[in-house]
């Protein structure tokens, strides 16, 4: 179980409990993935005691593994996969499929609305949604600068970002949303090297969008397996305090020419070198690293302190909120994201935990 610091009583800018300065998580895309690489990648990460932020997809007639194809049968592995999803090992949604890997299918609003179906009916819910691919790729949600993102378009036939939100999609990444040179960010209110940020969409929808850094390691286009130990290297030799959720694509490799190969063997990557400096950095207290779905509620907790006290003689009584205003926006909470949390309180003094009227919840 992690171990957080819920800051009571001293409200200053810390952000974590000594020694610790960073909290990592890293969130891979899944395209060119093959399922049994999936599978060892998902192994692999947990025997150095890494959690690892896989996406997945919905789609694909490719050789990227998908929870269903274009006629919505379901994979042979189906089962499987949902179960990873319940158990947080894949927690963020990447644009329901690709364009370009399943041989030129587009994915409307129609073929969405199917789709979600699909999910609500197996009791998935993803909070994080991320776009993928580039220009046909027209289901994409746009940013600053939208140029073929159609997603958030009301009058188009890729809109669905209603359906997101619906769904219960909290935190968007868009094209925009990646650093190549600051890898540790804090939520500020001026939203300069903001790890979140508000956005207002095409359609009115206000959302909220994360920032992933991306780094520039011989290339300006995404990072691939390969990229992987420069990135874990120059994250953790940062010395600054606060939050880092890294971009990857682990499931596939790019060459000089820069095209991108499918891994066939992920042992020829020196992927449990770069684990090792992790884990070494994780047990030193010095670093955490979680999924990014918890560290995105982590930062907002504790930066809009979701919790009110009420101190008496002997004891103290904390209530963790259930819903917070983030900007525009207001996210519901649960028991669950405050899992791993512990209470820092007067040494003198008793606590009692409450979380809608229930009475010293065990999250805590």
Known sequence: MLSYFLQLFNRKDSLFLPPLKKMISINNDVELTRWNIQLELVQTFKNYNIPLSSSYWCFSNGVTWSLFDYNLKKKKYFSDAI???????????????????????????????????????????TKIYTNHGGSNDKQNIGGDIPVYQMGDMKNSKYYNLDLLLEYGINFFWTDDDYDNILPVKKINQDFSNSLIKPHLTRDGSNILRFSRFRGNFGTKKAPTINNFHEQIKYVVSNTDSGFSIIYQHLGCNRLQDNSILPVSN???????????????????????????????????????????????????????????????????????????????????????????????????
Do not use: P
């Open 83 to 125: 179960k990873l999803i319940n158990d947080e090992n894949f927690d963020t949604l990447h644009s329901f499929g690709g364009y370009d890997e399943s041989n030129g299918k587009k994915i409307t609003r129609t073929l969405i609305k199917k789709a979600l179906k699909i999910l609500n009916d197996n009791k998935l819910k």
């Open 266 to 364: 992920l042992k020829n990557h020196n992927l449990e070198k770069t684990l090792m400096i992790l884990e070494k950095k994780q047990k030193s207290g010095e670093l955490i690293i979680t999924t990014t779905q918890k560290l995105l509620m982590y930062a907002i907790i504790n930066y809009f302190k979701c919790w009110n006290l009420s101190e008496f003689k002997d004891s103290i009584d904390i209530f963790l909120h259930d819903k917070v205003k983030v900007f525009n926006n207001q996210i519901n909470l649960n028991e669950s994201d405050y899992r791993g949390w512990f209470i820092k309180t007067k040494k003198e003094k008793s606590y009692n935990v409450f979380f809608k009227k229930k009475k010293n919840i065990n999250t805590i």
